[in-house]
């Protein structure tokens, strides 16, 4: 079974702080995502990564940067926390043919902003 | 704009019964659309995936079923059980990596 493992479950941080988020998959997988999820808007793509290195804008990429610097491990980081980016934040990974295979979901990081 | 919609935003059933979830889009072009379970505290979980040329798919207890020419999709969850509970998401692929996401229909399934 694939395991996509987010190094936080719960993480408090204080406004203008620079946070990182971690995810690693261990199948492989070429792409990864990194997606916030709020009540009543369902998940929004920040970026995502189709190989090393490389990365695309998603749909809300706005004070947020990334880094894939491995296959396996995809960071999000918010280079000034503020409190709107308090959130549910769920990192994915997949096969190639994004659309035609299934993401495969970390159990999310839990981000409150003071 | 490319847009999922599903109804109802919540729902509470007794155990033993069935649900319907209903899914509207309007994505163009229309390359899949799949179902995604999201227990409370965890990642989403897929459950099914339909193409264009599939009109009903069941996995289980789950059956998913898409008309393409009205852009509707349902899952339709038979003899619910307790651990049914969860928000059920619905995804539309319009190609390559991009998604559109519905805001999830939040099923509880009550003794």
């Known amino acids: 079974d694939v395991k996509v493992t987010q190094s936080s479950r719960y993480l408090v941080k204080r406004t203008g702080e620079k946070v990182f988020l971690e995810c690693v998959q261990d199948m492989d997988h070429e792409n990864m995502f990194w997606y916030r999820q709020d009540p009543g808007l369902g998940l929004r793509l920040i970026y995502f990564?189709?190989?090393?290195?490389?990365?695309e804008k998603g749909d809300i990429p706005e004070g947020y940067s990334v880094s894939r610097e491995k296959k396996e491990r995809f960071s999000l980081i918010l280079e000034s926390a503020s409190t709107n980016q308090t959130s549910m934040y769920l990192c994915?990974?997949?096969?190639?043919?994004?659309?035609?295979?299934?993401?495969?979901f970390g159990d999310g990081t839990r981000l409150s902003i003071l | 704009k490319n847009q999922v919609e599903q109804s109802p935003q919540s729902l509470i059933i007794l155990e033993g019964k069935n649900c319907t979830l209903q899914?509207?889009?309007?994505?163009?072009?229309?390359?899949?659309l799949r179902w995604y379970k999201q227990d409370t505290g965890r990642g989403p979980v897929s459950l099914t995936i339909m193409t264009f040329s599939e009109n009903t798919k069941s996995n289980g207890r789950y059956t998913a079923t898409l008309d393409a020419d009205t852009k509707q999709s349902s899952l339709h969850i038979t003899a619910s059980q307790l651990s049914d509970s969860a928000s059920y998401i619905c995804?539309?692929?319009?190609?390559?990596?991009?998604?559109?996401f519905g805001a999830g229909t939040i099923l509880r399934v009550k003794s």
């Open positions: 995804v539309v692929s319009a190609g390559g990596n991009k998604l559109v």
């Open positions: 899914c509207n889009y309007t994505v163009s072009p229309f390359s899949n």
């Open positions: 990564s189709y190989d090393v290195k490389m990365k």
């Open positions: 994915a990974s997949s096969l190639p043919q994004g659309g035609g295979q299934p993401q495969h």
